[in-house]
């Protein structure tokens, strides 16, 4: 099964900067990162591996990681404007 990787310096890369100053800086925004980043990993694992899961969790797991990218993006745009 191919399988279409959302690391977020893949998607975002013009923040790629303000991810590491972030990282380093804000516990709550390299929490939300790594979350992230670890439920991408499960479901890249879960479609890769073709896992027997049933729709809906991975569905769920899906907008779990939209929610986040979503919230991670705000901080990030915030962040390069001064806020």
């Given at each position: 099964?191919?399988?279409?990787?959302?690391?977020?310096?893949?998607?975002?890369?013009?923040?790629?900067?303000?991810?590491?100053?972030?990282?380093?800086?804000?516990?709550?925004?390299?929490?939300?990162?790594?979350?992230?980043?670890?439920?991408?990993?499960?479901?890249?694992?879960?479609?890769?591996?073709?896992?027997?899961?049933d729709?809906?969790?991975?569905?769920e797991?899906?907008?779990?990681r939209?929610?986040?990218?979503?919230?991670?993006?705000?901080?990030?745009?915030?962040h390069?404007?001064?806020?």
């Amino acid at each position: 099964m191919q399988v279409e990787h959302h690391e977020l310096h893949r998607e975002f890369p013009e923040f790629l900067e303000v991810m590491q100053t972030l990282r380093a800086s804000d516990s709550s925004f390299s929490k939300m990162f790594d979350e992230y980043h670890s439920l991408t990993n499960e479901v890249e694992r879960l479609e890769e591996e073709d896992v027997p899961v049933d729709d809906f969790t991975i569905e769920e797991m899906k907008k779990v990681r939209v929610k986040l990218k979503d919230k991670v993006y705000q901080i990030l745009v915030a962040h390069k404007n001064g806020n």
